[in-house]
């Protein structure tokens, strides 16, 4: 099966910060790469698919980019809504995974 | 307007099955290229990927845990089960249904997820 790793595990960030993301699949998943954030309490909900496709209705400071094995998630201005667990997911091939998260909490 | 919500036990006894049930509108797995997974959460931990079935009953299961998953569909009832065998308290997690389209590889709506604890 195809592992995922993220990086950070853990980010402090403040508003207005860039923020980035990374995720690193063992093994070539072309782009199929989504992009979850889950707050908590709540199910996850889907940002980015097909590696940089905005999900509707996901505002565009967040983007996705990458190819192959490695692929980043960057929001460009945090904004207090914005403090969350990010998780990546691969579906490049069954079984999919899903990345460890990176949670992103206030500096 | 695509929902889907869990239902199933809130508390399984070490080494029983557990039932699970996904109700979804909206959509028709009967549709070329719709799909419905699993995904658990243990508290506090990450996201695992369990098992989907597709618009052409084909399913996919989690390597690991493939031996104790069944997964299933019933288009008339617009439902799909998951069922798993021999309960352990590690099992104990919050467990979502989610649609999948297939050419977005991607879970683009979920439940709202259901606590299963599993103790004696």
Not at chain 1, 22 to 33: G, H, N
Not at chain 1, 60 to 75: A, E, K, Q
Not at chain 2, 50 to 73: G, H, M
Request: proline share 6%; hydrophobic share 35%.
């Amino acid at each position: 099966d195809i592992q995922l790793t993220q990086s950070p595990s853990f980010l402090s960030a403040s508003v207005g910060d860039r923020v980035t993301i990374a995720c690193r699949a063992s093994q070539d998943i072309s782009t199929s790469l989504a992009w979850y954030q889950q707050k908590p309490g709540k199910a996850p909900k889907l940002l980015i698919y097909s590696t940089s496709a905005l999900q509707s209705g996901v505002p565009s400071r967040f983007s996705g980019s990458g190819s192959g094995s490695g692929f980043t998630l960057t929001i460009s201005s945090l904004q207090p809504e914005d403090f969350a667990t990010y998780y990546c997911h691969h579906l490049n091939s069954y079984p999919g995974t899903f990345g460890p998260g990176t949670k992103v909490d206030v500096k | 307007q695509v929902t889907l919500r869990e239902s199933g036990p809130a508390l399984v006894k070490p080494t029983q099955t557990l039932t699970l049930t996904c109700t979804f509108s909206g959509f028709s797995l009967n549709t070329p290229g719709m799909c419905v997974g699993w995904i658990r959460q243990p508290p506090g931990k990450a996201l695992e990927w369990l098992a989907v079935i597709n618009w052409d009953d084909d399913k996919f299961y989690n390597t690991s845990l493939e031996t104790r998953l069944t997964i299933s569909k019933d288009t008339s009832k617009n439902q799909v089960v998951l069922t798993m065998t021999n309960m352990d308290p590690v099992d104990t997690a919050t467990y979502y249904c989610a649609r999948l389209v297939y050419g977005d590889a991607a879970f683009d709506i979920w439940g709202q997820g259901t606590l299963v604890t599993i103790s004696s």
